[in-house]
T-cell receptor, first 110, second 118 residues
Framework: QKEVEQDPGPLSVPEGAIVSLNCTYS??????FMWYRQYSRKGPELLMY????GNKEDGRFTAQVDKSSKYISLFIRDSQPSDSATYLC??????????FGKGTLLTVNP | GAGVSQSPRYKVTKRGQDVALRCDPISGHVSLYWYRQALGQGPEFLTYFNYEAQQDKSGLPNDRFSAERPEGSISTLTIQRTEQRDSAMYRC????????????????FGEGSRLTVL
């Protein structure tokens, strides 16, 4: 079993839809959780950063972490065509590295 | 520069040749990481520097891979005697903060160096 599991999709939604992306993990040592967005032929860029369980909201984006279930989610409200990208979850613990999921390819259709 | 700069952007080499990939992090960033990203996969950790000190190289696949950051700024990832399985996108990332056991700062990724080994 991989440390981080993420459904690669692809996921295709109409503009304005609510998008739900998620990852599960197996390593109890993970303490902080991130979502990165990666546009085609670009490097990943940080979208959301959360520490421990709970919710964090930033504009149209909400990140949720449930450490008891080892499950994290990213919700995108009122999705826009410009949200079309690959979304990567990433997790870190007490060492120097982030462990990434495979990424979910999202397409928002106008 | 404004972001993390990597060169070359594309490198095609023959099996058995050595390659050197360069990373110029954001000015003032203390932490520097190398990751490798295969097609359709997330980035995979290779190594981490705090200033010039290589503090974690546990992700380097084997002893053909090495990295240095001699003056705490520019870093070079070297792959000796390349093999076809080394073909991938190699990404450098830098962070303003020093990574500790408590937190990793925001990573800023470069656009990567795509290596193809024939």
């Amino acid at each position: 079993q991989k440390e981080v599991e993420q459904d690669p999709g692809p996921l295709s939604v109409p503009e304005g839809a609510i998008v739900s992306l998620n990852c599960t993990y197996s390593n109890s040592a993970f303490q902080y959780f991130m979502w990165y967005r990666q546009y085609s032929r670009k490097g990943p860029e940080l979208l959301m950063y959360t520490y421990s369980s709970g919710n964090k909201e930033d504009g149209r984006f909400t990140a949720q972490v449930d450490k008891s279930s080892k499950y994290i989610s990213l919700f995108i409200r009122d999705s826009q065509p410009s949200d079309s990208a690959t979304y990567l979850c990433a997790m870190g613990g007490s060492n120097y590295k982030l462990t990434f999921g495979k990424g979910t390819l999202l397409t928002v259709n106008p | 520069g404004a972001g993390v700069s990597q060169s070359p952007r594309y490198k095609v080499t023959k099996r058995g040749q050595d390659v050197a990939l360069r990373c110029d992090p954001i000015s003032g960033h203390v932490s520097l990481y190398w990751y490798r990203q295969a097609l359709g996969q997330g980035p995979e950790f290779l190594t981490y520097f705090n200033y010039e000190a290589q503090q974690d190289k546990s992700g380097l696949p084997n002893d053909r891979f090495s990295a240095e950051r001699p003056e705490g700024s520019i870093s070079t990832l070297t792959i000796q005697r390349t093999e076809q399985r080394d073909s991938a996108m190699y990404r450098c990332a830098s962070s303003l903060e020093r990574t500790s056991g408590r937190a990793i700062g925001e990573l800023f990724f470069g656009e990567g160096s795509r290596l193809t080994v024939l």
